[in-house]
């Protein structure tokens, strides 16, 4: 049975079966954070500072689109998904599908990552977001201000949001404890998050579709086979 990808981890923290809950969800996210969130802002600023166009899939639709400020609170709901995922990851007797779920997740962003540096891609979209008011506008201003304009084909937001409701259906299916009302609110939220990305003009249509595609992909080819093992 695949357990863990990488050995290293099982030099440093050989012990991590006895962890609590708590802990054993704070390392998931942790090693999120430092190998997947860091990169990304990382390469976000090389972007914005090197100001390289290349490939650039807009269309007349994604000008059509409405902006639309109230979308940007599912477009912040992404930043509640690793948490989730990770304490879905460390109960115990799924810890090893934890791990490795979090490991191929971050791969499935390093690969993201990769297409962003040979792919720049500046989104102009964001000339029409303007005009959002009261906490709406607070939310954009700090979205504009934290993430530049570029890292766009394929969406992380939507090719990441993606695999971690993959994997807590997986999970729940598992536990047979998966129900049509869950199923609902979870793909509910996450087609929300996914318009919610052309909607406030944050990327073109191109970025989702993609995200979704190397989503499907890396679970159904990669992530779900492992956990199967």
Known sequence: ???????IVDRWWPQRAS??????????????????????????????WRGANSFNFETTLDWNLPFLPWMVIPYYSYYLYFPLAAWVGAAPGIRH???????????AAWVAFAIFLIFPVEIELRTQAY??????????????????????WP????LLSILVVFFIRFIERQNQTWTAPKAVVAWTACALLVASTAL????????????????LVMWYLWIRPGLLS
């Open 19 to 48: 962890w609590s809950r708590t802990r054993y969800a704070g390392f998931l996210l942790g090693m999120f954070l430092l190998l997947g969130a860091l990169p990304y802002g990382l390469i976000n600023r090389f972007s914005a």
């Open 97 to 107: 599908h934890g791990l490795l779920f979090f490991q191929r997740m971050i791969v």
């Open 1 to 7: 049975m695949t357990t863990n990808d990488w050995t």
């Open 155 to 158: 969406s992380i937001h939507v």
């Open 131 to 152: 005009g959002a008011e009261g906490v709406f506008g607070l939310l954009m201003d700090g979205l504009h201000e934290a993430d530049a304009p570029y890292n766009a």
């Open 200 to 215: 406030i003009k944050q990327h073109y249509l191109f970025d989702g579709i993609s995200g979704t595609a190397l989503a």
